[in-house]
């Protein structure tokens, strides 16, 4: 309930000081010089209060970005698969608006900051940066409930273009696999690389790999959580299943220790960090225009082309809709023609 009371000072000047009480709410008060200032604030603040938004804002101008990007990191990242990539979108926010009240984060701020990203990266990269940001503060507006709605929500992702598909010649591979034999620094580059070319397997997925999602017998993983939330199997066979049980050789005594720990010491819980191996692998075998998700295009490319249908595709890497594979639909071409052609002479006879 809001009470206005008139007030003089010493001077007798006159002013009117609002006060609002509400059960089980701080106690709200502000002076005006007039009576109608007085009374449309008393009016908007008690709405406010009411709705729930009026503490959030005056939680919002004490609150930096900065202060909230641990938070989210301790809460929220951790259940992340594979959380580097939104580490350093988060590292860059912070440099960038680490100091800005939540109060005053505003669309206009955030395009400031995206226009600045998009001087040196992809329109792609560009919406990857805002979507962590979004991410962050829709926590922040959800689960710390320090702002009434997520300003990135109001702005228009920049148009990418169609789906980058890269694979790997047959040359860039043997490239590929021996600089990672050669790269004795980071000996788990290999496995890596050979799991993601002949599995299909996503960058997350192989990171949280653990020694008990690994059947030696039946030569089969086992994929607990997925991208899309559900679970699947995947073949181990070739190079990967071989380089495996060489690195089972060294592996910890635990089944739910990770395949691929963290080189840090004492965070032997964490994955390990890929970036920096990645890129000196990649560089040693002059690899250009190639990130680490195009191995898991690669090996559906060479499925593809070595008879796979979509439907098949689709279950070894696990998308969830025919859509997802359609890019490689050229390349089952051939094999389409050779079932064809053996229906074909197997109910009409041999053409001549």
Not at 54 to 72: A, C, H, W
Not at 124 to 149: C, F, P
Not at 184 to 211: C, D, F, Q, S
Not at 309 to 321: A, M, Q, S, V
Request: hydrophobic residues 40%.
């Amino acid at each position: 309930m809001a009470v206005i009371e008139q007030r003089y000072s010493k001077s007798g000047a006159t002013s009117w000081r609002v006060k609002i009480r509400i059960k089980n709410k701080p106690t709200v008060s502000k002076t005006f010089k007039r009576r109608t200032d007085a009374k449309h604030w008393a009016s908007q603040t008690e709405t406010s209060i009411f709705e729930g938004k009026y503490f959030r804002y005056i939680e919002s101008k004490r609150t930096e970005l900065r202060d909230v990007i641990g938070r989210y990191a301790e809460d929220a990242l951790e259940q992340l698969k594979d959380p580097y990539t939104r580490i350093q979108h988060l590292a860059y926010w912070e440099q960038k608006l680490g100091d800005v009240l939540l109060a005053d984060i505003r669309p206009s701020l955030i395009l400031e900051v995206r226009a600045e990203i998009r001087r040196s990266r992809s329109n792609s990269t560009a919406n990857r940066y805002v979507a962590t940001l979004s991410a962050l503060l829709g926590y922040v507006a959800k689960e710390l409930q320090l702002i009434e709605s997520n300003p990135c929500l109001l702005i228009k992702k920049l148009k990418e273009p169609k789906g980058h598909t890269r694979i790997l010649t047959g040359e860039e591979r043997v490239n590929l696999v021996q600089a990672c034999k050669l790269c004795t620094k980071y000996a788990e580059m290999l496995p890596i690389v050979l799991l993601a070319v002949t599995t299909g397997m996503r960058r997350g997925e192989i990171l949280n790999l653990r020694w008990a999602d690994i059947n030696f017998t039946t030569e089969r993983i086992f994929l607990w959580s997925t991208k899309n939330g559900e679970t699947r199997t995947v073949p181990l066979v070739g190079p990967a299943l071989t380089e495996l049980r060489i690195w089972a050789k060294v592996r910890a005594i635990s089944n739910e220790a990770l395949i691929f720990p963290s080189r840090v010491e004492g965070n032997s819980m964490n994955t390990f960090h890929l970036d920096h191996a990645w890129r000196l692998v990649k560089n040693s075998a002059e690899l250009t225009d190639f990130r680490f998700h195009d191995l898991r295009h690669t090996a559906a490319s060479y499925l593809a082309m070595n008879g796979a249908g979509l439907r098949e595709i689709g279950d070894i890497l696990g998308h969830k809709t025919l859509a997802m594979v359609q890019r490689y639909s050229h390349l089952t071409d051939d094999h389409k023609h050779d079932t064809v052609t053996r229906m074909s002479n197997a109910v009409f006879g041999e053409s001549k």
